[in-house]
C-alpha cells in the first residue's frame, strides 16, 4: 500500500512549455485533489475530483486542467506553463480517516 | 466563499512551554477542522481533527478547541519537544469531510520553532 505517489518530484520547465503531473493512489479513494503551496499562502486548491469521470474547479483553477479517465489516477495538466506557475504541488485524497497528501511535485517555471 | 485566518505566521516556545496556534473562519455551514504539520521539505500530514458538534478534542499533547459562535479555533500543544518544530496549517470545510468533496480551505501556516 504506496498511499498517494506523485511523478515527477522535481521539473524545471521553460515558458510556455507544457507538462503533465501524475497522482496515483491505491486505497479505493472517490475523492482526489491538486493544491499548489506558495510560501505564507498555504495550500490552495485548483481542481478536484468526486469520482471517475468527474472534475470541478477549486479556488485557484486558472492556467490549469485535470482528468480522472480512470479512479486511482488524477492528471494535472499545464498547457503553456507561465513563470507564475512555480510552485509545490500536492496531490491528495480522502479517505475515511481525512485527507492523504502525496510527497509534492517541485516545479520551477523559467 | 471560505476563507480562513491563521494566527500567529511564526511561533517560538522554549522547550517544555505550551504552544497556541488560532484559526477564524468565515463560512458558518463549516464543521470539519483540522489541522496538519509539515516538517520542512515534507508533505502535510493530518494529526488532529475536530467536528462542529465537539468542543474539544484531545490527543496526547495535542488538544484542539472549537468555539462555533465565534468561528474560531485554536490548537494547543503542551510540552512542546525540538520535534514539534515545523510549520502547522488548520484548515475548514464548507461541506465537512465528504459534502461538497470533501473540499478544505486552509489557513496560511505557523511556523512553530522550539528551542531546546
Known amino acids: 500500500n504506496a498511499g498517494v505517489t506523485q511523478t515527477p518530484k522535481f521539473r524545471v520547465l521553460k515558458t510556455g512549455q507544457s507538462m503533465t503531473l501524475l497522482c496515483a493512489q491505491d486505497?479505493?479513494?472517490?475523492?482526489m485533489y491538486w493544491y499548489r503551496q506558495d510560501p505564507g499562502m498555504g495550500l490552495r486548491l485548483i481542481h478536484y475530483s468526486v469520482g471517475e469521470g468527474t472534475t470541478a474547479k477549486g479556488e485557484v483553477p486558472d492556467g490549469y486542467n485535470v482528468s480522472r479517465l480512470k479512479k486511482q489516477n488524477f492528471l494535472l495538466g499545464l498547457e503553456s506553463a507561465a513563470p507564475s506557475q512555480t510552485s509545490v504541488y500536492f496531490c491528495?485524497?480522502?479517505?475515511?480517516?481525512?485527507?492523504?497528501f502525496g510527497a509534492g511535485t517541485r516545479l520551477s517555471v523559467l | 466563499g471560505e476563507n480562513v485566518e491563521q494566527h500567529p505566521s511564526t511561533l517560538s516556545v522554549q522547550e517544555g512551554d505550551s504552544a497556541v496556534i488560532k484559526c477564524t473562519y468565515s463560512d458558518s455551514a463549516s464543521n470539519y477542522f483540522p489541522w496538519y504539520k509539515q516538517e520542512l521539505g515534507k508533505r502535510p500530514q493530518l494529526i488532529i481533527d475536530?467536528?462542529?458538534?465537539?468542543g474539544e478534542k484531545k490527543d496526547q499533547r495535542i488538544a484542539v478547541t472549537l468555539n462555533k459562535t465565534a468561528k474560531h479555533f485554536s490548537l494547543h500543544i503542551t510540552e512542546t519537544q525540538p520535534e514539534d518544530s515545523a510549520v502547522y496549517f488548520c484548515a475548514a470545510s464548507p461541506g465537512g469531510v465528504y459534502n461538497q468533496g470533501g473540499k478544505l480551505i486552509f489557513g496560511q501556516g505557523t511556523e512553530l520553532s522550539v528551542k531546546p
Open positions: 486505497m479505493n479513494h472517490e475523492y
Open positions: 491528495a485524497s480522502t479517505g475515511a480517516r481525512g485527507k492523504y
Open positions: 475536530i467536528r462542529s458538534n465537539v
